[in-house]
């Protein structure tokens, strides 16, 4: 079974200012972690993955993500806001030979200019 | 290459009437997804293909909705009857192997 939980449906921060999106996950297996970003009326586009190999990946639009086992954590970063950078963020696990792709309920980001 | 395809793009239908949305995945792609999104929650799957067999559908309503992918190309979901509470964003995704899901723009339904 695998879940994922996200920490705030809604994040608000200045523009310039550090993004921190939070994501922690449940897997059986050795995951497989997705942030993906949702603009109005449109479909998911993936920012960033990890698979396997170095913890700290980046991704579009100067953002990245540090996977630590330990915490179960999959934390997406920005370190400074763009106005461009309002939208609703979906963190994702997936795991094991059947390729199931779970979704977390979302975070809405808005940026104050 | 080209994207995942998705049609139509929205959907107005009165309750109980039936209503099929179609996706054509990026050409190659063995996986295929329909998730169900409503207004302001995550996707929620309904079911998975891999080629023209079904991995996982046991979020999908099978007293109303039902889905195929015959030859394991295309995939048409559909929902007989409609209800009310299924207004929602129907999305389509694809992905070839275990790498990332590609997904279309959805299907925008909204039941009356």
């Known amino acids: 079974a695998q879940s994922v939980t996200q920490l705030g449906s809604h994040v608000s921060v200045s523009e310039g200012a550090l993004v921190l999106l939070r994501c922690n996950y449940s897997?059986?297996?050795?995951?497989?972690l997705f942030w993906y970003v949702q603009y109005p009326n449109q479909g998911l586009q993936l920012l960033l993955k990890?698979?396997?190999?170095?913890?700290l990946v980046k991704g579009i639009n100067g953002f990245e993500a540090e996977f630590k086992k330990s915490e179960t954590s999959f934390h997406l970063t920005k370190p400074s806001a763009h106005m461009s950078d309002a939208a609703e963020y979906f963190c994702?696990?997936?795991?094991?030979?059947?390729?199931?792709?779970?979704f977390g309920k979302g975070t809405l980001l808005t940026v104050n200019p | 290459e080209a994207g995942v395809a998705q049609s139509p793009r929205y959907k107005i239908i009165e309750k109980r009437q039936s209503v099929a949305f179609w996706c054509n995945p990026i050409?190659?792609?063995?996986?295929l997804y329909w998730y169900q999104q409503i207004l302001g929650q995550g996707p929620k799957l309904l079911i998975q293909?891999?080629?023209?067999?079904?991995?996982?559908d046991s979020q999908l309503p099978k007293d109303r909705f039902s889905a195929e992918r015959l030859k394991g190309v295309d995939s048409t979901l559909k929902i007989q009857p409609a209800k009310l509470e299924d207004s929602a964003v129907y999305l389509c995704?694809?992905?070839?192997?275990?790498?990332?899901?590609?997904f279309g723009q959805g299907t925008r339904l909204t039941v009356v």
């Open positions: 994702a696990v997936s795991g094991g030979s059947n390729y199931k792709l779970t």
């Open positions: 897997s059986s297996v050795p995951p497989y």
């Open positions: 990890y698979t396997t190999g170095a913890t």
């Open positions: 050409s190659g792609h063995a996986t």
């Open positions: 293909f891999q080629n023209n067999g079904v991995v996982d």
């Open positions: 995704a694809s992905m070839r192997g275990d790498t990332e899901a590609f």
